[in-house]
Nanobody
Framework: VQLQASGGGLVQARGSLRLYCAAS????????VGWFRQAPGKEREFVAW????????YYADSVNGRFTISRDNAKNTVYLQMNSLRPEDTAAYSC??????????????????WGQGTKVTVSS
């Protein structure tokens, strides 16, 4: 499956952005999907995960309560709604999919497919 992340941009602190992860395959509903981010000079970190059906979600502590992950399998798309953005949220955000994702969902190896990053810049 090919993944295309989009929706990044420049936003002021306390603002909002919505990221999109579009998949090429109609069997997208068979994949758990995670969002990851990587800031300049830092390691990639887990952000959020959603189950195949969308009934379960999981978030990193740093974004819990501010970000919401959701999906529309009819549109082969996963969303990341980001509210109350902070300068420390600045990073390249990537989505990833796997058929065997499991708690705590931050294991890169459980995601077999990755999209390119979309850049998010939060100004103070």
């Amino acid at each position: 499956v090919q993944l295309q992340a989009s929706g990044g941009g420049l936003v002021q602190a306390r603002g909002s952005l919505r990221l999109y992860c579009a998949a090429s395959r109609r069997t997208f509903s068979s994949y758990g999907v995670g969002w990851f981010r990587q800031a300049p000079g830092k390691e990639r970190e887990f952000v959020a995960w959603i189950s195949q059906s969308g009934s379960s979600t999981y978030y990193a502590d740093s974004v819990n309560g501010r970000f919401t992950i959701s999906r529309d399998n009819a549109k082969n798309t996963v969303y990341l709604q980001m509210n109350s953005l902070r300068p420390e949220d600045t990073a390249a955000y990537s989505c990833a999919a796997g058929t065997r994702t499991r708690y705590p969902y931050s294991d890169y190896g459980s995601y077999g497919y990755w999209g390119q990053g979309t850049k998010v810049t939060v100004s103070s």
